[in-house]
């Protein structure tokens, strides 16, 4: 698939960032500051706090007994870890499973897990609310990001936004648990799919190849705020349907871009609305203020001749099937998808684990939140320098040996909350790293299918999540091996796919299969094979991504 030329060198006009590029993408970037909100509100709002069986003959003036008081001991039986049985008590010489509940309020004042007993044998309800989320992130996913290339971002962006809010604020408001997963598979498809997706596109499809990375990796930084607002409204909030309406109104920062944010002009010129693009990129050249003059007829002289010429020239066409038709294409894209699921584990698990840990658990998810930002640094100044495989790989291995760290030292100790703190560090800049390597890894003709099928794995993952934490009924440590584990053998497996640092991305299917032949961790550091250069007709830039998401 051959470059238009025109339409790189009339984008090549406003440069790779100035200051219509800046206010767009602040435009774009309040996306992932609302996601990061919807996709953890579930953390305070349906927060489990610890508790214990309601004892009759203690609790029933209505005033609950002091938590570990010599009193309740006699009717609550001990783990054999020595803490309080937190779903059963003595009945006779016999235990027996709890009817009802007394609460822990020292942080959490109210959620819907203490309004609807949703502990001990419905715990898995609690879960099953945060996997319909994922699942509707998932189904926004695949579903926007392709209506977004249709009907166009902007309008995906916005209805979104809209929808956003709306929902986000009536789901605080639903008293029915059935009611509520409904509203929270629909929440889940606008509230951390629709406008952060296509923000993220406009943005890659707006600034200049030499700012992609920075700004990809600020989408991430910007989500990781979004946790951190997460926590400190929790913090200072105790009423849960107020702190969930407070998360959804959030989206209000997006109503006005309806008015301010402009189409991506790359998409209205792949449409034939070329007059539109020339518009917008004259409009961002004012604001620039380069001092450049734009012959918008020109322009449009030279798009007629290309649309002519067009007609005389087949074009490739691919799709997803093609990624598995030829054997190295096909093991990249296994490789990758691995990758993306591997990543979304870990960076879920941890980041749904905060109530695990012991001590405040709004500090605990804030710091959660800002160890990433060390991370992100790190893989900006290094991505150039080290390559994608190298450092994707050692971030996802070292993520996953704090996760199996964790578990063989003592719960709720400092040392333990600092392991799983550096495990979250490290995946979140991996997770981080995938996007861009996904994108130069995939041939031009099925890259946006390709970066598909990995946030659909990543989607997947996130859905199997809190499904995998209900592990710790049987032993804590379980979820924590399975988070290690996988990113262990992903991280590995990384070090098969080829280096993309400073290489000409692939367009056809043939580039796509040939591409980075036999070139791996191994065979480059040894020194045995020198890596397969793939030189494409074009050198193209960096495509649009339609379907990408934390």
Not at 52 to 80: M, Q
Not at 260 to 271: F, H, T
Request: glycine share 10%.
């Amino acid at each position: 698939m051959a470059v238009d030329h025109t339409l790189e060198e009339m984008m090549g006009m406003l440069g790779d960032f100035g200051r219509y590029q800046g206010f767009q993408f602040f435009l774009h970037i309040l996306s992932a500051l609302t996601a990061g909100m919807h996709m953890l509100s579930l953390v305070t709002v349906m927060a489990t706090p610890e508790h214990r069986c309601f004892v009759e003959d203690l609790d029933s003036n209505g005033t609950h007994f002091p938590w570990n008081s010599s009193e309740i001991s006699r009717y609550i039986p001990l783990k054999a870890s020595g803490e309080m049985d937190s779903c059963r008590l003595f009945d006779g010489n016999e235990t027996i499973q709890c009817s009802s509940y007394v609460y822990d309020r020292t942080y959490y004042e109210t959620s819907k897990t203490i309004d609807w007993d949703f502990v001990c044998n419905k715990r898995w309800m609690a879960s099953i609310s945060q996997t319909v989320y994922m699942f509707g992130v998932f189904t926004g996913a695949v579903v926007l990001g392709g209506l977004a290339d249709k009907v166009g971002r902007k309008a995906i962006f916005c209805w979104s936004a809209t929808l956003q809010l709306i929902l986000g604020v009536g789901v605080a408001f639903i008293p029915e648990y059935y009611s509520f997963l409904v509203v929270r598979f629909f929440y889940g498809i606008f509230g951390s799919a629709g406008s952060y997706i296509t923000g993220f596109v406009l943005t890659m499809e707006l600034v200049g190849p030499s700012k992609r990375t920075a700004c990809g990796i600020a989408f991430q930084a910007t989500f990781a705020a979004g946790i951190m607002l997460v926590a400190a409204w929790g913090a200072l909030i105790k009423d849960h349907v107020l702190l969930q309406a407070i998360y959804g109104l959030h989206s209000c920062l997006l109503i006005a871009h309806w008015w301010v944010m402009d189409e991506s002009p790359r998409w209205l010129w792949m449409q034939g609305r070329t007059r539109e693009a020339i518009d917008i990129v004259a409009k961002g050249l004012k604001m620039n203020g380069r001092g450049i003059t734009m012959d918008k007829e020109y322009f449009a002289r030279k798009t007629k001749a290309a649309t002519m010429m067009q007609g005389e020239e087949p074009r490739e066409t691919a799709g997803v099937l093609d990624l598995f038709k030829t054997p190295n294409l096909r093991m990249k894209t296994i490789n990758v998808c691995v990758n993306w699921f591997a990543n979304s584990l870990v960076y879920y698990g941890l980041s749904l684990s905060t109530g695990k840990l012991y001590g405040n658990p709004f500090l605990i998810l804030f710091i959660m939140g800002l160890v990433e930002y060390p991370s992100y640094i790190v893989v900006v100044l290094l991505l150039d320098k080290m390559g994608r495989r190298f450092l994707t790989s050692f971030l996802m291995l070292a993520g996953g040996l704090c996760c199996i760290a964790a578990t063989q030292m003592v719960q709720g100790s400092t040392t333990t909350t600092g392991i799983v703190m550096m495990g979250k560090l490290f995946i979140a800049g991996s997770f981080a790293i995938i996007y861009n390597y996904s994108a130069e890894l995939f041939p031009t003709v099925v890259r946006n299918s390709a970066m598909g099928l990995g946030s659909m794995a990543a989607r997947l993952s996130g859905a199997l999540t809190p499904l995998i934490t209900l592990l710790d009924s049987f032993d804590p440590t379980v979820p924590a091996i399975i988070f290690g584990v996988v990113a262990l053998l992903s991280g590995f497996w990384t070090l098969f796919l080829p280096e993309t640092m400073n290489q000409p991305m692939p367009q056809s299917i043939q580039d796509g299969e040939t591409f980075g032949k036999g070139d791996t961790f191994f065979t480059t550091f040894l020194g045995r094979k020198k890596r397969d250069v793939v030189q494409p007709v074009h050198m193209e830039q960096m495509v649009p991504l339609q379907n990408n998401d934390k």
